[in-house]
Nanobody
Framework: QVQLVESGGGLVQPGGSLRLSCAAS????????MAWYRRAPGKQREPVAV???????NYADSVKGRFTISRDNAKNTIYLQMNNLKPEDTAVYYC??????WGQGTQVTVSS
C-alpha cells in the first residue's frame, strides 16, 4: 500500500513558477514510473510528466520546456517544477504511482 500526499499548489501570475511535491509513504526506489497528472475545469484528467526509477523523463507537449519532473529516492518524494506558467495550466494536479495509487490533488491557479 502506497499513500501519496501532494503539496505546493497555489495562485500564481502568468509567467510565474511553482514547485509541487509528492511525498510517498513507502520507499519509491523500486516503484515503477511515477507521474504527475492534471485535471482542468471541465476537462478529463491528463498526464503531464512521468519519471522512471532510473530518472528518465517524458512530458506532455503542452509543458515541454517549462516543466521539470524529478525524484529524490532518499526522501521518497517526486517533484514538479513548473516555470513560465500559463492560464491554461490551471488545474488540480495529482501524483500517481502504479498500479492505481493517487494523491488527493493540489490546486494550481494561474491568473492575473
Amino acid at each position: 500500500q502506497v499513500q501519496l500526499v501532494e503539496s505546493g499548489g497555489g495562485l500564481v501570475q502568468p509567467g510565474g513558477s511553482l514547485r509541487l511535491s509528492c511525498a510517498a509513504s513507502s520507499s519509491i526506489f523500486s516503484i515503477p514510473p511515477m507521474a504527475w497528472y492534471r485535471r482542468a475545469p471541465g476537462k478529463q484528467r491528463e498526464p503531464v510528466a512521468v519519471i522512471t526509477s532510473g530518472g528518465s523523463t517524458n512530458y506532455a507537449d503542452s509543458v515541454k520546456g517549462r516543466f521539470t519532473i524529478s525524484r529524490d529516492n532518499a526522501k521518497n518524494t517526486i517533484y514538479l517544477q513548473m516555470n513560465n506558467l500559463k492560464p491554461e495550466d490551471t488545474a488540480v494536479y495529482y501524483c500517481f504511482a502504479p498500479s492505481d495509487y493517487w494523491g488527493q490533488g493540489t490546486q494550481v491557479t494561474v491568473s492575473s
